[in-house]
């Protein structure tokens, strides 16, 4: 399956400062997803996102996070206020399974994350 | 989504198969079985996935029991590069992918030289 790809690697930033994440996946793709992993926990769904609306979303997805497709390309996270406890590897997922098509599986395929650290 | 329970670690020796269970005794009927692992702090990685029929691809093969309510990922001829922590995960079929995986602590796998 073709990746997906991330950036940045690595984002370093100060308590409170905005940072947006951004996954590039193929054109083909139709849902994405955002996760997190804060170091050495569980990996943690925060939101799904199709044909530019919010599919689903976790209690972690507040009001300090928003996510987007703005120029039908890149799939943005923003974090508006980030916090200490914000820093967490960030990974985006993918699938290409066709909306209403019952005879496939939707599998998520996962891009290598960004690792945000808040100081 | 259906609770699943692993083996928090497991060794195996390299070339060996190896055999990491995974119980999930409330799996519903539209329920499938994936798994992925994860290296180091990299993305998860699929692995394979399932119904009720048994699987096999070039990474693995899934056995799941004649009830459902477990199952087997064996990776054949393990190698160092296998050693990673190994997530099964129950979820249905949502008919288009709006929901998240659920991921437990998995089973990390050591495979030793």
């Known amino acids: 399956e073709p990746e997906v790809t991330q950036t940045p690697s690595h984002q370093v930033t100060q308590m409170g400062q905005e940072v947006i994440l951004r996954c590039v996946p193929i054109s083909n793709h139709l849902y994405f997803y955002w996760y997190r992993q804060i170091l050495g926990q569980k990996v943690e769904f925060l939101v799904s996102f199709y044909n530019n609306e919010i599919s689903e979303k976790s209690e972690i997805f507040d009001d300090q996070f928003s996510v987007e497709r703005p120029d039908g390309s890149n799939f943005t996270l923003k974090i508006r206020s980030t916090k200490l406890e914000d820093s967490a590897m960030y990974f985006c997922?993918?699938?290409?399974?066709?909306?209403?098509?019952?005879?496939?599986?939707?599998?998520?395929?996962f891009g290598p994350g960004t690792r945000l650290t808040v100081l | 989504d259906a609770k699943t329970t692993q083996p928090p670690s497991m060794d195996c020796a390299e070339g060996r198969a190896a055999n990491l269970p995974c119980n999930h005794s409330?799996?519903?009927?539209?329920?499938?079985v994936y798994w992925y692992r994860q290296i180091h702090s990299q993305g998860p990685q699929y692995i394979i996935h399932g119904l009720k029929n048994n699987e096999t691809n070039e990474m693995a093969s899934l056995i799941i029991t004649e009830d459902r309510k477990s199952s087997t990922l064996i990776l054949p001829h393990a190698t160092l590069r296998d050693t990673a922590v190994y997530y099964c995960?129950?979820?249905?079929?949502?008919?288009?992918?709006?929901?998240?995986?659920?991921f437990g602590k998995g089973t990390h796998l050591i495979i030793q030289p």
């Open positions: 995960i129950v979820r249905p079929y949502s008919g288009g992918g709006a929901d998240g995986l659920t």
């Open positions: 409330t799996i519903s009927g539209n329920e499938y």
């Open positions: 997922a993918r699938t290409t399974v066709l909306a209403g098509n019952t005879t496939s599986t939707d599998t998520q395929y």
